[in-house]
């Protein structure tokens, strides 16, 4: 079944995009960035005392990429922690399994018509990334890493906070809990693999190539720059394995793992009910 025959998918899309607060949102954000975007270059014309340098080009580029890279962090489990309490909490949880729609459509359903809106923020930065081409500095290929990177993270952080829906009965639990696993992902992995190195507990090379790559944190930095974990990764993996090679395989195998899960809790929670 295609997603535009699922008919929970297209009824959670059609409820989503039809409401006010979906443009709202859209408009709050694209101003946002708008207006970051204004303080990045006005910053830097400041610094350079230049105006429409390549410099400002990469500033403004690798700005926008580290705010919509938090953004993501903090929205991707707040859109999807509500998919299935929010049908616990309205007691319409029996009704929906007892229609003709499998688990995969239904989590499927649930799941992709919440990404697609966060999908639709970073599209919509995509007109600010433009300005860096005019001004220079940043290659197409950064700008698909980046985004490629960006979308990743939506999907897998998205996909904690859909399993999380499954397996509490509240919204709020759910959201906090899902905050807090990310945050760990993000920020914890990379404030425990500094702590390893620095009291010798691991070396730098084990550090960079097997805890480094879960946070996205040093991902992009490796987009940023190659070169900066090469060495380390080199000792480990080979001359050929970049650090977001490693980081799309935790990511594979974490997406592939909670599919297997959510099925598993997705049939216990339906027997249950």
Not at 153 to 159: F, L, R, T
Request: charged share 10%; aromatic share 12%.
């Amino acid at each position: 079944m295609f997603l535009w025959h699922n008919p929970l998918f297209v009824k959670e899309v059609r409820s989503r995009i039809r409401g006010r607060g979906a443009f709202i949102i859209l408009t709050v954000y694209g101003a946002l960035l708008a207006a970051l975007i204004a303080f990045i270059y006005y910053e830097d014309v400041l610094r350079s005392h230049a105006w429409g340098t390549i410099t400002s080009g990469r500033d403004l580029f690798y700005g926008l990429f580290a705010i919509q890279l938090t953004a993501v962090c903090v929205i991707s489990p707040s859109l999807t922690a509500p998919s299935m309490t929010l049908e616990k909490e309205k007691q319409t949880l029996e009704m929906l399994l007892m229609t003709h729609l499998t688990a995969a459509h239904i989590m499927s359903g649930k799941l992709l018509s919440t990404l697609l809106f966060g999908f639709l923020l970073l599209i919509l930065s995509l007109p600010f990334a433009s300005i860096a081409f005019i001004l220079g500095g940043v290659a197409p290929q950064e700008v698909i890493a980046a985004y490629g990177l960006m979308y990743i993270e939506m999907i897998v952080y998205g996909y904690i906070g859909y399993l999380c829906s499954l397996f509490f009965n509240q919204t709020k639990t759910a959201t906090s809990v899902s905050f807090l696993i990310v945050l760990v992902l993000s920020l914890g992995t990379l404030v425990l693999g500094v702590m390893l190195e620095e009291f010798d507990l691991l070396s730098k090379a084990a550090v960079v190539s097997f805890i480094f790559p879960i946070t996205p944190v040093t991902t992009a930095v490796s987009l940023h720059d190659p070169n900066v974990f090469s060495s380390d990764l080199k000792a480990v993996w080979g001359p050929h394995v970049s650090l977001w090679m490693v980081h799309l395989g935790y990511s594979v195998v974490v997406l592939l793992s909670g599919v297997v899960w959510g099925l598993l809790r997705f049939h216990r929670l339906a027997r249950a009910r």
